[in-house]
Nanobody, 123 residues
């Protein structure tokens, strides 16, 4: 079992920044690919960023490319999402996810989910 706890969400003005953290406990964190999903009201959950087990490979959705940065610290069992130049359309609940492979994140067949943290961007 892996437990994921997100933090760092909140209310920010457009153009501002937030840094989300996801602390993992339980089985070997470094064995998992990690991702950040988000779900806005009345929209489907979407994968916005993912990172492989070592941190050497990352992916971003086009909507956040150049503004968001995903990183991980395997020694601290934590994955981060730095969000800059935030827009009102970034408003959503952000979920941390762990997958035994990147494919599991891509297909949504996530092994473990966090409970989510809400991000609200005001215009």
């Amino acid at each position: 079992q892996v437990q994921l706890v997100e933090s760092g969400g909140g209310l920010v003005q457009a153009g501002g920044s937030l840094r989300l953290s996801c602390a993992a406990s339980g089985r070997s964190f470094s064995g998992y690919a990690m991702g950040w999903f988000r779900q806005a009201p009345e929209k489907e959950r979407e994968l916005v960023a993912r990172i492989n087990w070592s941190g050497g490979s990352t992916y971003y959705a086009d909507s956040v490319k150049g503004r968001f940065t995903i990183s991980r610290d395997n020694a601290q069992n934590t994955v981060y999402l730095q969000m800059d130049s935030l827009k009102p359309e970034d408003t959503a609940v952000y979920y941390c996810a762990a997958g035994l492979s990147e494919w599991r994140l891509i297909t949504g067949r996530v092994n473990y989910w966090g409970a989510g943290t809400r991000v609200t961007v005001s215009s």
